[in-house]
T-cell receptor, first 113, second 111 residues
Framework: DAGITQSPRHKVTETGTPVTLRCHQT?????MYWYRQDPGHGLRLIHY???????DKGEVSDGYSVSRSKTEDFLLTLESATSSQTSVYFC????????????FGPGTRLTVL | GENVEQHPSTLSVQEGDSAVIKCTYS??????FPWYKQELGKRPQLIID?????GEKKDQRIAVTLNKTAKHFSLHITETQPEDSAVYFC??????????FGAGTRLTVKP
């Protein structure tokens, strides 16, 4: 597996609380992505980054923000968690952007009560 | 918006038979079509990919075909084995840096 870790791996939180998920890579890849995975929907892109401090929205970005202050770290923040954000979150990395292979992290299972 | 449709959602085959999963996409500018395998509780892992300048690619028991005119691509697994049981996702690159995934196919290979 590519050098990608996610933390925490599991989290249970309450509605209305802020939550931050971390993705860390040791591959020095330029692009990083956050996806959520829900039954029947496959993987849906939340936000992605194409360099330090450079980020853009994906398909399902409402309620989420991201930050990338270092090449190796990409943070996903749920500013006020809702039950609809209960999901499995995957980080991915790629050397280049469009049309390049993405490698996934191990995932974070988030439950919002 | 741009979409990737994947069929079937579930597929059950006998060990040794072939399995075929099909995907269609809507963005005519898509050029990259990966396939991922995801075992229960694990991360998606790339098993094969194809780019728009070729029509077919094979890797041992796995092959992918692409028809750009019809905007569809397919995954073919021959001589299936129980360890092929997993969820398979197709994907296509769209827009700037977006990868759109199909909803997945749960493949069960019965011994």
């Amino acid at each position: 597996d590519a050098g990608i870790t996610q933390s925490p791996r599991h989290k249970v939180t309450e509605t209305g609380t802020p939550v931050t998920l971390r993705c860390h890579q040791t591959e020095n890849h330029r692009y990083m992505y956050w996806y959520r995975q829900d039954p029947g929907h496959g993987l849906r892109l939340i936000h992605y980054s194409y360099g330090v401090k450079d980020t853009d929205k994906g398909e399902v970005s409402d309620g989420y923000s991201v930050s990338r202050s270092k090449t190796e770290d990409f943070l996903l923040t749920l500013e006020s968690a809702t039950s609809s954000q209960t999901s499995v979150y995957f980080c991915a990395i790629s050397r280049q952007g469009r049309a390049d292979t993405q490698y996934f992290g191990p995932g974070t299972r988030l439950t919002v009560l | 918006g741009e979409n990737v449709e994947q069929h079937p959602s579930t597929l059950s085959v006998q060990e040794g038979d072939s399995a075929v999963i099909k995907c269609t996409y809507s963005d005519s500018a898509s050029n990259y079509f990966p396939w991922y395998k995801q075992e229960l509780g694990k991360r998606p892992q790339l098993i094969i990919d194809i780019r728009s300048n070729v029509g077919e690619k094979k890797d041992q028991r796995i092959a992918v075909t692409l028809n750009k005119t019809a905007k569809h691509f397919s995954l073919h697994i021959t001589e299936t084995q129980p360890e092929d049981s997993a969820v398979y996702f197709c994907a296509a690159d769209i827009n700037n840096n977006d990868m759109r995934f199909g909803a997945g196919t749960r493949l069960t290979v019965k011994p």
